[in-house]
């Protein structure tokens, strides 16, 4: 089992539809939790943290459910420039920090 | 945000040569220090940790011999990939964790240098 899983993808939506991303993490002693954009051919930028009482960021929020081990992202009135490769990432410090990174899943927006 | 930086953004080799890929922290001090390489639609995969005035430490399955890497201050972190081959055609970033910041668990990537090795 991946030590995070993400949905596969592609999800391809019209413009102002909301999306839902799903991660799941193996590992019970993760400390911190996020989610990171990463456009084509650029480094991944962080889009938000994720805490288990849930935190909203405009259109974006997240939710982190600790017993099940999940992790969710909501994109509300989705637009062309949400266009990317959303990434689920997961930190501990189990013998040495350390960060995973899910695959990714790959959103497109379009008119 | 805290700025990373990385050079060079892009580098073509041929095979056999070796190739230095620097990343810093421009406006913080960085005690660590992360490589990755991404392929084309994968994920990132860490490569190794780099401490600054220590031995990297690297992850199963990387040649410590064939990438090495040198943290000699609290700003620069070096990744040089010796005798590349085709295959170490890639995307590699750095990033660095800021301790001084309200979320150390954060990192910050730098730009990214793309590798082509023919």
């Known amino acids: 089992r991946k030590e995070v899983e993400q949905d596969p993808g592609p999800f391809n939506v019209p413009e102002g539809a909301t999306v839902a991303f799903n991660c799941t993490y193996s590992?019970?002693?993760?400390?911190?939790f996020f989610w990171y954009r990463q456009d084509c051919r650029k480094e991944p930028k962080l889009l938000m943290s994720?805490?288990?009482s849930g935190n909203e960021d405009g259109r974006f929020t997240a939710q982190l459910n600790r017993a099940s081990q999940y992790i969710s992202l909501l994109i509300r009135d989705s637009k062309l420039s949400d266009s990317a490769t959303y990434l689920c990432?997961?930190?501990?410090?189990?013998?040495?920090?350390?960060?995973?990174f899910g695959a990714g899943t790959r959103l497109f927006v379009k008119a | 945000g805290a700025v990373v930086s990385q050079h060079p953004s892009r580098v073509i080799c041929k095979s056999g040569t070796s190739v230095k890929i620097e990343c810093r922290s421009l406006d913080f001090q960085a005690t660590t220090m992360f490589w990755y390489r991404q392929f084309p639609k994968k994920s990132l995969m860490l490569m190794a940790t780099?401490?600054?005035?220590?031995?990297?430490?690297?992850e199963q399955g990387v040649e410590k011999d064939k990438f090495l890497i040198n943290h000699a201050s609290l700003t620069l972190s070096t990744l040089t990939v010796t005798s590349a081959h085709p295959e170490d055609s890639s995307f590699y970033i750095c990033s660095a964790r800021d301790l001084g910041a309200p979320s150390s668990y954060e990192q910050y990537f730098g730009p990214g240098t793309r590798l082509t090795v023919t």
């Open positions: 990432v997961v930190t501990g410090n189990t013998g040495g920090f350390k960060t995973i």
């Open positions: 780099s401490n600054e005035g220590s031995k990297a430490t690297y």
């Open positions: 590992n019970s002693a993760s400390q911190s």
């Open positions: 994720v805490y288990s």
